[in-house]
């Protein structure tokens, strides 16, 4: 199963439109402790989506698990308000991680160290990669040189009218 999301990942890359790093350090799990990285993919982002590097595990090989949810039941859940709903959940002790993001939005990757007796400490270079284009248009400067040429027209007009209203009351 492994090595089919490896084969899966190196058949994809060539296919990328774009990528992000997502997480690219080090850090201390305790046991029971978890830590979060917190991620947004935008619409134009949402087409064949997938988290996606390499981490490993100090110490003793521990098998971590990632869990991917939605910034909604990241905070839902803190707050002990109702149930979460987890989008992908992957249980790895070190090498390649393979997740696939399902759509746009705000999204929690959690990092937990449940379920193992000793702390322990976390490398990776995650990255998020998709085959969409990622670029968002944005209307407002085309609308804004709209709003300032005709308001620049606006001006030049009434000044005319202005001046010739001056002029033509001027010689009667």
Do not use: C, H, Q
């Not at 988290?51 to 039941?73: C, H, R, V």
């Not at 000793?118 to 209307?139: C, E, H, I, K, M």
């Not at 709209?146 to 033509?168: D, E, F, W, Y």
């Amino acid at each position: 199963m492994r090595s089919a999301a490896v084969l899966l990942v190196f058949l994809a890359l060539p296919v990328v439109a774009g990528s992000f790093a997502l997480f690219s350090d080090t850090l201390d799990l305790d046991v029971g402790s978890y830590r979060f990285v917190k991620f947004r993919i935008t619409p134009e982002m949402a087409e064949s989506t997938f988290i996606s590097g390499d981490f490993f595990t100090d110490s003793l090989p521990a098998k971590l698990e990632f869990i991917l949810i939605t910034d909604y039941d990241y905070r839902r859940g803190w707050e002990g308000r109702g149930e979460i709903d987890t989008l992908g959940v992957v249980y790895a002790e070190k090498g390649p991680l393979f997740m696939e993001v399902p759509d746009f939005g705000d999204f929690v990757l959690i990092i937990s160290n449940r379920g193992n007796t000793d702390p322990v400490v976390f490398a990776a270079d995650l990255s998020v990669s998709f085959t969409g284009s990622g670029v968002t248009y944005d209307s407002l400067p085309f609308g804004m040189t709209l709003l300032m040429t005709l308001l620049a027209v606006g001006v030049v007009i009434a000044a005319v009218l202005l001046t010739v209203t001056k002029l033509s009351s001027g010689k009667a």
